[in-house]
């Protein structure tokens, strides 16, 4: 039988999730995502990123690893963002 303790502490184990955000400016929209993510640190595993010319939405998808309740931190910071139209974590 499990430890109800060490099935807590195994659900706030970080994990890497997918992030992505689309975003208007083009290739400045996409720095200030990128600027957030540095800048506050979170481990990024990887990162792709689309920036067509004449497009609306650019868009910038990555690989972060987040704990429990960092993936929702990290949405709710990147929507705040002026120039973030949409984020979302799969």
Do not use: F
Not at 14 to 27: A, E, K, M, Q, S
Not at 32 to 50: E, F, I, K, P
């Amino acid at each position: 039988m499990l430890n109800p303790a060490s099935s807590v502490r195994a659900t706030q184990q970080p994990t890497y999730r997918r992030i992505t955000t689309h975003v208007h400016d083009g290739l400045d929209g996409v720095l200030r995502v990128v600027t957030l993510l540095r800048g506050r640190r979170y481990r990024v595993r990887d990162l792709a990123v689309n920036v067509q010319e004449g497009v609306v939405a650019s868009h910038v998808s990555c690989t972060v690893l987040l704990g429990a309740d960092e993936h929702r931190l990290l949405v709710d910071r990147l929507r705040r963002m002026p120039s973030v139209v949409s984020a979302e974590c799969a």
